[in-house]
């Protein structure tokens, strides 16, 4: 007998550019933890808590704002926008448009490295921002997101 699960939140996690490499990229950074990995660990977080959550990574900016803009039947986003972090108002736009609580996250901390990763566009539209941990900001930022659909901050 087959027996449907009935999630109660639907989450998105976009991933920007260049993520799809990492486990080889700037390990000292970023860590040596592949996308597949993080992915895999999130849909654990996510079935354990009955949540439905799936992933999309792109290199492409436009991609992510279309993807972002299709996504209303999404309760909440976990966005790393890598390098657009610093530059992407058009994504910014894009957020302020869909107006769904978001967690921004980054495995690095941006506040301790070049200055030109102090600027986000997005730190101040977000529900929270997760840096610095490594995979682990994935991890965190959806226990955040989740508290926060439930209701408990
Ligand atoms: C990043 C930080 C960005 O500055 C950088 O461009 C990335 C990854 C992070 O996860 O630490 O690509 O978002």
């Known amino acids: 007998m087959s027996e449907k699960v009935k999630h109660i939140y639907r989450v ?6 260049n993520l799809n490499l990492l486990g080889t990229r700037e390990t000292q950074i970023y860590g040596s933890e592949t996308l597949t990995t993080i992915n ?7 079935q354990k808590e009955n ?4 992933f999309f990574q792109s290199n492409h900016e436009g991609e992510l704002i279309d993807v972002l803009q299709n996504a209303h039947d999404y309760h909440g ?21 869909m107006n ?6 980054h495995l690095s901390d941006i506040n301790q490295r070049e ?7 997005f730190s101040d539209i ?15 930022g959806f226990t955040r997101l989740i508290n926060h659909l439930k209701g408990d901050k």
């Open 12 to 17: 998105k996690t976009i991933h920007g550019p």
């Open 40 to 46: 895999q660990k999130l849909t654990v977080l996510a």
């Open 51 to 54: 949540v439905f959550i799936d």
């Open 77 to 97: 986003f976990l966005f790393n926008p890598a390098a657009y972090t610093h530059t992407s108002i058009a994504l910014r736009d894009t957020l302020l448009a």
């Open 100 to 105: 769904k609580p978001f967690v921004e996250i």
């Open 115 to 121: 200055d030109f990763r102090k600027k986000s566009y």
């Open 126 to 140: 977000a529900l929270a921002i997760e840096f610095g941990k490594g995979a682990q900001s994935y991890y965190d």
